[in-house]
């Protein structure tokens, strides 16, 4: 079956084969957000432990959970994190900037370290303004494109809500444009905390219109 990225809460998850890769993409909670189960090589990475824990313990299933990745703070992304780490004695990492306000951290990430799962290594890339910690993943597929976890920094139409602070907004578009947009080719599909996937040459010709606009 053909991936699409589409997930609906309490459906079936779309799943996608890469060369050293497979990505397991599942909505969850009440405002849908997206949870990604990644395995390369035997071993298990969680993006986003956000709600449903029994969900998302049954997806990682008898093969066992090594980290759980949190995107940012807030809430909405963390609510299943302490039952999931209890239950699969995962690592639970964040960025050192969001990390006091996320239940249970047990390593601090910071800009350009990466992580392994199995064969597969994940760049860690901050982007300030959704919150002062938020990150992406990028995955370098040594057979294909890149593909890049945003969390809520980056979506299909637009970056992550700054709540109307100036401040915020100019510094996460700044920061998406020069690490994302101008880093990676158009071919770069990206997977964001809620809703549908894209590709960063879809969105590419609206960056103008989206700092125009201010959010």
Known sequence: MTYTGDVTRGGEPAVRELGGLTITKVSVGEMDNNAYLLRSGGEQLLIDAANDARTLIDLVGDAGLRTVVTTHRHGDHWQALQEVVAAT?????????????IPIVNRDLREGEHITVGDASLEVIHLVGHTPGSIALLYQDPQGTAHLFTGDSLFPGGVGNTRGNKANFASLINDVERKLFDRLPDDTWFYPGHGRDSTLGAERPSLPEWRARGW
């Open 89 to 101: 004695g995962a690592e639970s990492l964040a960025h050192i900037d969001d990390a006091p306000e």
